[in-house]
């Protein structure tokens, strides 16, 4: 653990309820989370899996919320879970293996077209509608994708989760977001143990972020069911152009390296 002082302890701590608030209702914590693990002084491979941590825990403060409410459906749900945490444990395995470049490039252009869809499609309201798949069909195909994905990369993984509940099973917004939850738990874990078995993950300064964003999710769990799509709606549109947008400005980004050397070559054909 680098050497940490506690003004910046307490910083990470107050990012973190932030981050728990946020991603009990649209996912997306990590987004500020990772970049504040990486100035504190962890390495890249540390600050991934610490922050692993405090999204764990986050979930399952809005999991626990939610289903004290009645939100979700265990007897469906345990289901796709499982799926979801065997997945998140294949995709962190996978980590090393899976070339980056390929996800930089199209986790951005997916989360701009979800934020479009939550904006704009009148299907996202507090009520649910009808299924276009069955839970059989959609336990095979969206916990295995999103729960993989989570375990390999992670930003984003609950906007896709809240993607598939709305549009595939026809779930209302609050409902959709206590499932999703759930599911993010669920891979969360997964990754965890293996990168906790790596020795990746910065214990002391995890367990404080996690406590930090377990208060934050109760809030913003509370808040979701209060509210429903007045807040959750424009939320995880926020989140997730913000997500893509923070993705894209990244240096190591292909999109940005590739714009960087078109406009070189521009400017080198007229100069």
């Known amino acids: 653990m680098p050497d940490i002082g506690f003004d910046m302890i307490a910083a990470l701590a107050a990012i973190s309820f932030f981050a728990g608030f946020v991603d009990s209702i649209a996912g997306g914590g990590g987004l500020l989370t990772v970049p504040a693990l990486l100035l504190a002084g962890l390495s890249p491979a540390g600050a991934i899996a610490t922050n692993k941590v405090q999204g764990a825990f986050a979930a399952a403060s809005a999991t626990y919320t939610f289903g004290r409410r009645g939100m979700i459906e265990w007897r469906k749900a345990w289901a796709f879970t499982v799926v979801a945490f065997i997945s998140g444990v294949a995709g962190a395995l996978c980590v090393r293996f899976l070339p980056r470049s390929v996800l ?3 986790i951005p252009v997916l989360l701009i077209a979800i934020a479009f869809y939550f904006a704009l499609s009148r299907k996202v309201k507090d009520e649910d509608a009808h299924a276009r798949m069955t839970a059989l069909a959609f336990g095979f195909t969206a916990p295995v994708a999103v729960g993989f994905y989570d375990g390999i990369f992670g930003p984003g993984a609950g906007s896709f989760y809240m993607l598939a509940f709305v549009t ?39 367990l404080v972020m996690a406590a930090a964003s377990f208060l934050g999710a109760q809030v913003g769990a509370r808040l979701a069911m209060r509210l429903g799509s007045r807040l959750i709606r424009p939320l995880l549109v926020l ?17 940005r390296q590739m714009l960087s050397e078109e406009a070189s070559r521009t400017l080198s054909a007229l100069f």
Do not use: C, I, Q
């Open 104 to 106: 930089e490039m199209l």
């Open 168 to 206: 595939l099973l026809g779930y209302g917004v609050v409902r959709a977001t206590a499932h999703t939850k759930l599911l993010n738990l669920a891979s969360n874990l997964g990754s965890l143990l293996l990168y906790a078995a790596t020795g990746a993950v910065v214990w002391p300064l995890g």
């Open 239 to 255: 989140v997730s152009a913000a997500m893509a947008l923070r993705l894209l400005f990244d240096p190591a980004n292909p999109w």
